[in-house]
């Protein structure tokens, strides 16, 4: 699956208050109540790459034990998106290197 297509598809609950963010710079809508990683994975095909190979990672246990959905705000922050709320105006990233386009990808 492509990086730039959502990993994750909403099945219920869609009707619960949407919330502003975004990924990359790019604007992205979730629901209250979203960990971060449903929010980003709802939008995109990954959290983040990793730091020493590159490839895409999306989380692995959703219980915050496995350090791998760690992912960084904007201003350079680490948060575990397992288990991290979304909140309106949160400025995530996915580490893409020489992103230039604006595109999730």
Excluded: K
């Excluded at 979203?34 to 995109?44: E, G, K």
């Excluded at 979304?86 to 386009?101: C, H, K, P, Y």
């Amino acid at each position: 699956m492509s990086s730039s297509q959502p990993l994750l598809r909403r099945v219920a609950e869609q009707d619960r208050e949407a919330v502003a963010f975004s990924i990359d710079g790019v604007a992205a809508s979730a629901l209250v109540g979203d960990t971060v990683l449903t929010a980003m994975l709802t939008q995109v095909g990954r959290l983040r790459r990793n730091e020493f190979s590159g490839e895409a990672r999306a989380g692995f246990c959703m219980m915050g034990a496995c350090q791998d959905c760690w992912v960084e705000t904007a201003d350079g922050a680490r948060l575990r998106a397992c288990s991290t709320f979304i909140e309106s105006g949160m400025a995530l990233t996915t580490g893409r290197s020489g992103a230039t386009d604006g595109a999730l990808a």
